[in-house]
């Protein structure tokens, strides 16, 4: 995949509700990746992919990760999130191509930052994640991923190998035409921080966490 870096003229003039506005170099930790930037003309976000490598149309190793403030920028040990972010990156520089699609507007499922505070806050009283989202009258997920089928679509990419332990995800992107050739597990160790969070995501949100057998001893 080559493209010229900078702001994309022929995009920019061809307005839709996803515009590629710009494309940079972003070297990290990780190794080499390429920013592009959108604007969801649709909801206001401004969004990111990275891309490292060239990834090709098919069989991209790709990772759709929903905005965790907490866990990506401050290391809360209260869900997995910053470690899979951190893992996803290491996963794609070390498969030599990918993408990871960052989406902004997701925090804390959907539901935005103060209200997933909130709903911390009742967890820390004893409710679970399902629970305290509901008794804050806010569904459980309202994350929406056609954003993220759109990003991809602009990337030519045309089916995934998509990182994730969430068959949401996976429902989401078929639905938008992008097609899921393999889900590939992104499982972290748990801690007695999030074990509870963890445990209540695969036997209330269907998520597939084979790895929390081994981990009954955690509270």
């Known amino acids: 995949m080559t493209e010229k870096i900078g702001v994309l003229g022929k995009k920019a003039s061809q307005r839709t509700d996803v515009e590629r506005v710009v494309v940079t170099p972003l070297p990290t930790g990780y190794g080499e990746f390429r920013a592009f930037g959108y604007f969801d003309h649709e909801r206001g976000d401004e969004q990111v992919a990275l891309v490292h490598g060239d990834p090709g149309a098919e069989g991209v190793l790709t990772r759709l990760h929903s905005e965790c403030l907490t866990g990506d920028a401050f290391g809360s040990r209260h869900c997995e999130c910053g470690d899979q972010l951190a893992s996803a990156l290491a996963a794609v520089a070390a498969a030599g191509s990918g993408v990871v699609v960052y989406l902004r507007g997701h925090e804390g499922r959907g539901i935005g930052l103060l209200a997933k505070l909130r709903a911390m806050a009742l967890q820390a009283e004893g409710l679970d994640t399902v629970e305290a989202n509901l008794a ?84």
Do not use: F, W
Request: aromatic share 2%; net charge positive.
């Open 136 to 219: 804050l009258g806010l569904p459980v997920d309202a994350r929406d991923y056609g954003v993220a089928a759109r990003i991809l679509e602009d990337l030519g990419v045309r089916s995934v190998r998509l990182m994730s332990n969430n068959p949401l995800k996976r429902e989401a992107l078929v639905r938008h035409g992008i097609q899921v050739t393999e889900q590939v597990p992104l499982l972290i160790p748990p801690c007695e921080s999030n074990i509870t969070y963890l445990r209540t995501k695969r036997e209330r949100m269907d998520h597939v966490l084979p790895h929390l057998d081994a981990v009954a001893h955690l509270s």
